[in-house]
């Protein structure tokens, strides 16, 4: 597998979408953790809810809970923590609006690195509900304090665009990897195999060791026709310098000078390579 595909993998994995963020805010503080909403009931949207956030009791909501904050007033929402375990997902979030609540926030009973995505039957479930890690369910327990709207819970539709954008940009640059790879080997098939695109040629002086002798024509005759160079198609001329190849091919000492130094290093006729010390 190439590095390119083992590198989409990985930050698909690692920017695998949470569609929201929970927040707890105060005068003194404020937090920010990751959630996975509910794959069941509605989910969070607009501008978001927030609400005060008590702990269930009891804590696994396994049982049904006492709602400790009371009855509220017009307006006011109020969210539950629940811990994972002991009972499904969808048994707490239906025990969390059977108390009142306006929200669960269902937090893990193990360190782990991903979030889960809470299933169930929607029917009958009509608030929102998602799960948060340990570690953000220990630091809400331990600051919140059941005031009004110092919970948020954030719609999942900035999260998704910004994710969007995110994976937008790393397709983006894995493409951008993906043709600079392929780019950058292309460059080097070449560069190794230069030679092919570039014919090799003849160093003069080893040219000049090939045999070489003045032309004389036979004795004028009806029957015979003038020898021609087959590179520059000329009739012989007595007296014109003639290169002879190893493969008894004949031409004019310039033309196949030429050929042989900037051209080829084969004869033009029978295609044999002209093989010489240097």
């Known amino acids: 597998m190439s590095p390119c595909v083992l590198?989409?993998?990985?930050?698909?994995a690692a920017l695998r979408p949470c569609a929201a963020l929970v927040r707890l805010r105060s005068n003194s503080f404020s937090f920010t953790f990751l959630d996975a909403p509910a794959r069941f009931g509605p989910r969070v949207g607009g501008d978001g809810i927030c609400g005060s956030l008590r702990t269930a009791e009891p804590v696994d909501a396994c049982e049904p809970i006492k709602?400790?904050?009371g009855r509220r007033g017009a307006g006011r929402k109020?969210?539950?923590?629940?811990?994972?375990?002991?009972?499904?997902?969808?048994?707490?979030?239906?025990?969390?609006?059977?108390?009142?609540?306006?929200?669960?926030?269902?937090?893990?009973?193990?360190?782990?690195?991903?979030?889960y995505s809470m299933v169930g039957?929607?029917?009958?479930?009509?608030?929102?509900?998602?799960?948060?890690?340990?570690?953000?369910g220990e630091t809400l327990k331990k600051f919140a304090r059941g005031e009004d709207d110092e919970c948020c819970i954030n719609s999942s539709m900035d999260e998704t665009a910004g994710t969007v954008l995110v994976m937008s940009f790393v397709s983006l640059v894995v493409i951008i990897s993906v043709l600079a790879?392929?780019?950058f080997a292309r460059n080097c098939?070449?560069?190794?195999?230069?030679v092919d695109n570039h014919p090799p040629y003849l160093k003069k002086h080893v040219v000049e060791k090939l045999q070489c002798s003045a032309y004389s024509g036979p004795c004028s005759s009806e029957d015979i026709f003038p020898e021609a160079c087959a590179i520059c198609l000329e009739d012989y001329n007595n007296g014109d310098m003639i290169r002879h190849l190893p493969c008894k091919h004949e031409f004019h000492k310039t033309c196949?000078?030429?050929w042989l130094t900037k051209w080829g290093t084969f004869c033009p006729i029978c295609k044999l390579e002209i093989n010489l010390n240097s």
């Open 7 to 12: 590198l989409l993998l990985f930050l698909v």
């Open 67 to 69: 709602d400790r904050g």
């Open 78 to 115: 109020a969210f539950v923590m629940i811990a994972r375990g002991n009972c499904s997902f969808e048994g707490k979030v239906r025990a969390a609006q059977k108390a009142g609540f306006d929200a669960a926030v269902v937090y893990d009973d193990e360190e782990k690195a991903s979030l």
């Open 121 to 136: 039957d929607s029917e009958g479930v009509h608030i929102p509900a998602i799960f948060i890690s340990k570690m953000a």
């Open 181 to 183: 790879a392929f780019l």
């Open 189 to 194: 098939r070449l560069l190794r195999h230069g």
């Open 256 to 258: 196949i000078d030429s």
